[in-house]
């Protein structure tokens, strides 16, 4: 008698089985020769239309999907099209520094919960070249914003950064998994530009930046900087005191990092 999988809350898992969207996503992989990484494959529905493709990686945390999984893909797996590694993703970038030797796109359904981590980490794996992912819209959104939207945050920021371009494909409906979640997914792609590497001091400075949205850039960074530092800073660089954060764009913000490191105005 075949075991029935349910979905577990702790993995935040919510299985995709609309084969419309399924093609949707393998239609949208770049063409090019590079490996194929998927994080969290589940019950392996995706898995199976990428190793038609290409040679795929797997991660996955679940033992009981594991067993499923290796089943399900033995004749690949034999063959050396596609290799599953049970283990947490982000353990295996800690020790790993990439989650391929290789040149790689990410193309994945993410869980919600750790979506965000895990994007941010393949930002800084060299090896990643292309982000395919399905995660909550409303964190899309985020990552996908310019200024003056009211979605702007500092993942937008970091992630202007880091690519070429970054946009949503399309959206994906509760009732396209099981279980179906309480939220719409979208379909979140990004190119990566070759060699770029975060400043972590940077990254700190745009979370103090973004603390309170609503409130003046200006108000947000006085509890790091001296007001009388800032206002040099602002008059230097011809900023309006009334600005608020998500109406500075990518190269405004480097611009005041770059003279509060300098000056080490802080308060």
Same mark, same amino acid.
């Given at each position: @008698?075949?075991?029935? =999988?349910?979905?577990?809350?702790?993995?935040?898992?919510?299985?995709?089985? &609309?084969?419309?969207?399924? $093609?949707?996503?393998?239609?949208? @992989?770049?063409?090019?020769?590079?490996? =194929?990484?998927?994080?969290?494959?589940?019950?392996?529905?995706?898995?199976?239309?990428? /190793?038609?493709?290409?040679?795929?990686?797997?991660?996955? %945390?679940?033992? &009981?999907? =594991?067993? /499923?999984?290796?089943?399900?893909?033995?004749?690949? +797996?034999?063959?050396?099209?596609?290799?599953?590694?049970?283990?947490? *993703?982000?353990?295996?970038?800690? !020790?790993?520094?990439?989650?391929?030797?290789?040149?790689?796109?990410?193309?994945?359904?993410?869980?919600?919960? +750790?979506?965000?981590?895990?994007?941010? #980490?393949?930002?800084?794996?060299?090896?990643?070249?292309?982000?395919?992912? @399905?995660?909550? #819209?409303?964190?899309?959104?985020?990552?996908?914003?310019?200024?003056?939207?009211?979605?702007?945050?500092?993942?937008?920021? +970091?992630?202007?950064?880091?690519?070429?371009?970054?946009?949503?494909?399309?959206?994906?409906?509760?009732?396209?998994?099981?279980?179906?979640?309480?939220? *719409?997914?979208?379909?979140?792609?990004?190119?990566?530009?070759? &060699?770029?590497?975060?400043?972590?001091?940077?990254?700190?400075?745009?979370? /103090?930046?973004?603390? !309170?949205? #609503?409130?003046?850039?200006?108000?947000?960074?006085?509890?790091?900087?001296?007001?009388?530092?800032?206002?040099?800073?602002?008059?230097?660089?011809?900023?309006?005191?009334?600005? #608020?954060?998500?109406? %500075?764009? %990518?190269?405004?913000? $480097? !611009? @005041?990092?770059?003279? %509060?490191?300098?000056?080490?105005?802080?308060?």
């Amino acid at each position: @008698m075949k075991k029935t =999988i349910i979905a577990k809350k702790k993995f935040g898992q919510n299985f995709l089985k &609309d084969q419309t969207v399924l $093609s949707k996503i393998i239609q949208s @992989m770049p063409n090019n020769n590079n490996h =194929i990484v998927e994080i969290g494959p589940g019950l392996g529905d995706l898995t199976e239309n990428l /190793v038609k493709y290409k040679d795929t990686t797997a991660y996955e %945390v679940d033992t &009981d999907l =594991i067993a /499923v999984l290796k089943s399900k893909f033995a004749i690949e +797996i034999n063959d050396e099209r596609f290799k599953l590694i049970h283990t947490d *993703v982000l353990e295996a970038w800690e !020790q790993k520094g990439s989650l391929h030797n290789s040149n790689y796109d990410l193309i994945a359904n993410l869980p919600y919960y +750790i979506a965000t981590n895990i994007i941010l #980490r393949a930002f800084e794996d060299i090896n990643c070249e292309n982000i395919i992912v @399905m995660i909550q #819209r409303e964190v899309a959104q985020k990552f996908a914003a310019k200024v003056n939207d009211k979605e702007y945050s500092s993942l937008s920021i +970091i992630t202007q950064l880091v690519s070429k371009e970054a946009r949503i494909l399309f959206d994906v409906p509760p009732e396209s998994f099981d279980p179906p979640p309480k939220v *719409v997914s979208s379909i979140l792609f990004i190119s990566k530009k070759k &060699d770029v590497e975060l400043d972590k001091g940077f990254l700190k400075f745009l979370k /103090v930046c973004f603390s !309170q949205p #609503r409130k003046k850039l200006f108000k947000n960074l006085t509890s790091l900087y001296s007001k009388e530092a800032l206002s040099n800073i602002y008059n230097e660089l011809n900023i309006k005191e009334t600005l #608020r954060p998500h109406e %500075v764009d %990518v190269s405004l913000y $480097s !611009q @005041m990092y770059t003279k %509060v490191k300098d000056g080490k105005q802080q308060s």
